[in-house]
Nanobody, 119 residues
Framework: QVQLAESGGGLVQTGGSLRLSCAASGRTLSMYTMCWFRQGPGKEREFVAAITWTGGSTYYADDVKGRFTISSDSVKNTVSLQMNSLKPEDTAVYYC????????????WGQGTQVTVTS
C-alpha cells in the first residue's frame, strides 16, 4: 500500500511559477515510478511527468517540456513538480500517482491539488 499527499497548489498569474510536492509513504517505494497527472475543466486526465526513484529517469508530456521539472528526494520520500512559465491552459487539478514498474496503469493516486493560472 502506498499513500500519496499533494501540496503546493494555488492561484498564479500567467508566466508565474508554482512548486507542487507529493509526500509518499509505504513499503518498497523504489518499485514505483512516480508520476504527475492533471485534469483540466471539462478534460480527461492526462499525463504530465514521471520519474523513477532509482536512476532518476524523467519523462514529460510534450506541452510541459522545458517548463516543468520533476524531481525526487528518496530520503524524504517526496516528489516535486516545479512549474515555470505557467499558462492558463495549465489550469487543472494535479494528481500525484504511483505506478509499479511492471504495471501498465497507475496503482495509487493522491487526492489532487488545484492549480489555477489567470490571464
Amino acid at each position: 500500500q502506498v499513500q500519496l499527499a499533494e501540496s503546493g497548489g494555488g492561484l498564479v498569474q500567467t508566466g508565474g511559477s508554482l512548486r507542487l510536492s507529493c509526500a509518499a509513504s509505504g513499503r518498497t517505494l523504489s518499485m514505483y515510478t512516480m508520476c504527475w497527472f492533471r485534469q483540466g475543466p471539462g478534460k480527461e486526465r492526462e499525463f504530465v511527468a514521471a520519474i523513477t526513484w532509482t536512476g532518476g529517469s524523467t519523462y514529460y508530456a510534450d506541452d510541459v517540456k522545458g517548463r516543468f521539472t520533476i524531481s525526487s528526494d528518496s530520503v524524504k520520500n517526496t516528489v516535486s513538480l516545479q512549474m515555470n512559465s505557467l499558462k492558463p491552459e495549465d489550469t487543472a487539478v494535479y494528481y500525484c500517482a504511483a505506478k509499479l514498474l511492471s504495471s501498465a496503469s497507475v496503482d495509487y493516486w493522491g487526492q489532487g491539488t488545484q492549480v489555477t493560472v489567470t490571464s
